[in-house]
């Protein structure tokens, strides 16, 4: 007579749990930002919640780590410009089997108005449930593997161009 109340309350536990998972991606940027990374091909292990918004401003495009960030959408044909003085909003996943890293990694969707802009990657180490290293781009290359220009001249160039 005891295991048929029980039975009901693990059911109710786990189909509370599944709707849970289900709301962690309630608003539009969340979902946008899961369909991009999905689209990418990437499997996804855990959403992590927004971890926060910035105004882009000509100022802080040339202060770390946003110039980086951004270094990584100009080289996939976004303009900064269009998005100064616009709310950035950052929502963040742990990928499995990462292209590059070949392990879990931790990236990060850029959004505008719920428009996913671009993202960035770290390598996850679920020892500690740390990030292990700087920012990447969304398939794991450093910004001197993607620009024309060697680091310190695409540096200049970049701070010149945002006076």
Known sequence: MMKVPFLIMVIVMF?????????????????????????????????????????????????????????????????????????????????????????????AVFLADNEPIGATSVPWTDEEALQAGWVYSLDGQTLEEVQPLPYPEWMQAWSKRYR
């Open 15 to 107: 189909l509370t749990g599944c709707l849970n998972a289900q709301d962690d991606l309630k608003s539009p940027g969340s979902k946008a930002a899961h369909d991009y990374l999905r689209e990418k091909g990437f499997l996804i292990d855990s959403y992590e919640g927004e971890r926060g918004s910035y105004q882009l401003t000509k100022a802080n495009i040339k202060e770390l780590p946003h110039m980086m960030e951004w270094g990584y959408f100009a080289e996939e044909g976004v303009d900064p410009e269009l998005y100064f003085n616009r709310n950035i909003q950052v929502e963040h996943f742990i990928v499995k089997d990462h292209p590059r890293f070949k392990k879990k990694a931790h990236v």
